[in-house]
């Protein structure tokens, strides 16, 4: 589908190539193609001075591609690139090595989703900052070094002196990302590519990077591109959105337009599948649908996470209200209590340097039911999980199954990790990786190891002939799958989720979600579900804990608990979630810039 027939700006918004001279940014039919694979097909938006485009879709879309082709990243890849593409009077694809360079940090600048594989973990911030600078400017050492401490105060590192020394691990997340942002500004670009910058944090300190760009953007003039997943955060954040799918562009229009009223079925489904804050409980959780059937295994990155269900002609799976006559999942839960957490403590370091990451916690899960544990980053919620399923022992207090206190990794509970790609050993195949547990439990038989590792595999929605597969080779969610029927294989009563989503597309995301569902419904697990994403919380949950800095602040029904907050960092952590609507998402900026100016 041409953007020309989608594109709902009103005349003189940009919509068009012509008559839109001297933009920042001028795409025109750019196609990127890695052998026979197009990656993008076909794209075309400007930007002007100051305006702020999102590029939504989900992950290989292409959306990324488009990122880095604006600034020649693909040059010596052997990536073939077609089309105009323009940026701040430069002609990427003609231009010489040493006009990229200057364009690169000096007109345009890009902020990456992990802060952490950007930046050098062997020298302090502010000196990587500084040598950015220098590398543009010919600035002397001193003026360089100033320039970054006023660039990270300009981004809000309180202290910025004293911090430019520190190195990244020594930030948190949020500020690593803030670091990653002021090393952008230190040349003063036009254009800001910012690349699924908050993907990783928290509602809160996402929030505050939003509100950053968009202060900075009012501050300075400079144009944004945002890409992302993520329509909450674009709706936050930009006065465009372009959806993209299989490289080619399916909607383009303002973002009231194509948020309020989408045209197209594929934007209505990215849209459908986007969990909310004020949706009662298991939408999306619905019995009946077939897991996705992953298309894109062996090939490259760009076709990671293309999901469809089978016969829709890769289609998302819309997590919509159901259909007529379809069964929305409700757990069933009883009054048993299968796992039990009774006054956890857990301390780290010694004397001085002793920090207390979970402080007094008391839970009980019931059989049958998904209890949700969220907070910010740092709140102690993953260090609770972990000495749930035995993996950290309590520095005080007992986690008991079924009644008896318990020590160690045992086969009743059972962990889906946040990040498959560091929990799956890239040289055992997926098959072994599965097989593990049953290994583990005494099983000998070659036979019935592999007949029952199959098994599993199609119960989460992967093929059989998966087995002899290795992890590179699949997308995040098929991998996610993986990490799903390993936690599977010791046929557990208790499943602890650690943000087993939280790195996916929200149609995959559904999907993950969907499964968990239909799993609990068919065998009668428990679920602890472990996230920063309050809205994916609420889709999943029957309960929820509110964690703060170790403490739980509150807890109960999670209807009672989104609709009636009392602990006022229940109702922070609500306000800070992403509004589709960006009138609301106006009027919660401007509320949190008062509360920060009060």
Do not use: C, H, W
């Given at each position: 589908m041409s953007l020309e027939k989608t594109d709902r700006r009103p005349a003189g918004a940009g919509g068009s190539l012509e008559g839109a001279d001297g933009s920042l940014v001028e795409v025109g039919d750019l196609t990127v193609a890695f052998g026979e694979l197009r990656a993008v097909d076909g794209i075309s938006f400007r930007l002007e001075k100051g305006a702020a485009l999102g590029l939504v879709g989900e992950s290989g879309s292409g959306k990324s591609t488009v990122a880095s082709a604006l600034l020649g990243l693909h040059r010596?890849?052997?990536?073939?690139?077609?089309?105009?593409?323009?940026?701040?009077?430069?002609?990427?694809?003609?231009?010489?090595?040493?006009?990229?360079?200057?364009?690169?940090?000096?007109?345009?600048?890009?902020?990456?989703?992990?802060?952490?594989?950007?930046?050098?973990?062997?020298?302090?911030?502010?000196?990587?900052?500084?040598?950015?600078?220098?590398?543009h400017t010919r600035a002397s050492r001193r003026a360089a070094r100033a320039r970054a401490v006023a660039v990270l105060d300009r981004v809000g590192i309180p202290d910025a002196a004293r911090r430019a020394r520190s190195r990244p691990h020594e930030f948190s997340g949020g500020m690593r990302q803030r670091a990653l942002i002021a090393m952008a500004l230190a040349c003063e670009p036009d254009l800001l590519i910012a690349d699924e910058p908050t993907t990783a944090l928290d509602v809160t300190v996402q929030a505050q990077i939003l509100d950053l760009l968009h202060t900075l953007r009012e501050e300075t003039g400079m144009g944004l591109l945002l890409v992302t997943h993520d329509v909450g955060v674009a709706a936050e954040s930009v006065d465009d959105i372009l959806v993209m799918r299989h490289g080619r562009a399916v909607e383009h229009g303002t973002v009231g337009a194509v948020l309020g009223s989408p045209r197209e079925p594929y934007t209505r489904e990215l849209l459908g599948a986007v969990p909310r804050v004020d949706e009662p409980r298991g939408r999306g959780l619905r019995a009946g649908v077939a897991p996705a059937d992953e298309p894109g295994v062996g090939a490259t990155s760009v076709d990671e996470g293309r999901v469809g269900v089978p016969g829709s002609s890769g289609a998302p799976l819309a997590a919509g209200p159901a259909p007529a006559g379809e069964v929305v999942l409700e757990a069933v839960v009883s009054e048993d209590v299968v796992l039990e957490a009774v006054g956890l403590r857990r301390e780290f370091g010694r004397g001085k340097g002793r920090v207390t990451a979970v402080d007094d916690v008391s839970l009980a899960v019931h059989r049958g039911e998904t209890l949700g544990i969220v907070g910010e980053s740092g709140s102690g919620k993953t260090t609770l999980g972990r000495m749930l399923v035995g993996l950290l022992e309590p520095t005080a207090g007992s986690v008991r199954y079924e009644g008896r206190t318990r020590s160690g990794v045992g086969p009743a509970?059972?962990?889906?990790?946040?990040?498959?790609?560091?929990?799956?050993?890239?040289?055992?195949?997926?098959?072994?990786?599965i097989a593990d547990p049953l290994r583990a439990r005494g099983e000998r038989d070659e036979d019935r190891i592999r007949g029952r590792v199959r098994d599993l595999l199609e119960r989460v929605g992967l093929e059989p002939a998966h087995y002899d597969r290795y992890p590179h080779e699949f997308s995040g969610g098929q991998r996610q799958r993986v990490g799903i029927a390993r936690a599977l294989a010791a046929e557990p009563r208790v499943i602890v989720c650690d943000e087993p989503v939280s790195a996916l597309d929200v149609t995959t995301q559904a999907q993950v979600v969907a499964l968990l569902g239909e799993l609990q419904r068919e065998l009668g697990l428990a679920l602890v579900f472990v996230a920063h994403?309050?809205?994916?919380?609420?889709?999943?949950?029957?309960?929820?804990?509110?964690?703060?800095?170790?403490?739980?602040?509150?807890?109960?029904?999670v209807d009672e608990v989104y609709e009636s907050p009392r602990d006022p960092y229940t109702k922070q952590l609500l306000a800070a979630v992403p509004a589709l609507d960006p009138q609301i998402a106006a009027r919660r900026r401007a509320a949190r810039r008062q509360l920060a100016a009060a």
């Open positions: 010596g890849t052997g990536a073939r690139v077609d089309g105009v593409l323009r940026v701040a009077g430069v002609d990427v694809e003609t231009a010489s090595d040493d006009e990229l360079r200057r364009l690169r940090g000096g007109k345009a600048a890009m902020v990456f989703q992990d802060p952490l594989s950007s930046l050098d973990p062997y020298y302090a911030v502010g000196d990587q900052i500084a040598e950015v600078y220098r590398v509970v059972q962990m889906v990790f946040q990040d498959p790609v560091s929990s799956l050993n890239p040289r055992r195949s997926m098959g072994e990786s994403d309050l809205a994916v919380v609420r889709r999943v949950s029957d309960r929820v804990a509110v964690m703060r800095r170790g403490r739980i602040v509150e807890q109960g029904p």
